[in-house]
Nanobody
Framework: QVQLQESGPGLVKPSQTLSLTCTVS??????????WRWIRQPPGKGLEWMGV???????YYSPSLKSRTSISRDTSKNQFSLQLSSVTPEDTAVYYC?????????WGQGTQVTVSS
């Protein structure tokens, strides 16, 4: 079974770049039809899809975040990463990595990121 674990700093200063990594175990990121996503949940709000990197390396981003978001992968480490630039306090949220294939979903436990000076 696929397992995911987020890692990265819990505190980021405004205007800096937020960087998170998701380590995948129990499956390969290049396995066909898997989609690897970043999703966040700001305090008191619903889940927000940020972007995805597919098994073939193609990426797609939320239109509202596209100008600030980059998702990449390191297949040798079975990891994928999120970079969100020019953060503001509104980017404070629990960040989740997520995998989906053929209607099955796997979630990391989430990591709290606070944007504050």
């Amino acid at each position: 079974q696929v397992q995911l674990q987020e890692s990265g700093p819990g505190l980021v200063k405004p205007s800096q770049t937020l960087s998170l990594t998701c380590t995948v175990s129990g499956g390969s990121m290049t396995t066909k039809y898997y989609a690897w996503r970043w999703i966040r949940q700001p305090p008191g709000k619903g889940l927000e899809w940020m972007g995805v990197i597919a098994y073939d390396g193609s990426t797609y981003y939320s239109p509202s975040l596209k100008s600030r978001t980059s998702i990449s992968r390191d297949t040798s480490k079975n990891q994928f990463s999120l970079q969100l630039s020019s953060v503001t306090p509104e980017d404070t949220a629990v960040y989740y990595c997520n995998a989906e294939t053929r209607g099955r979903y796997y979630w990391g436990q989430g990591t709290q990121v606070t944007v504050s000076s």
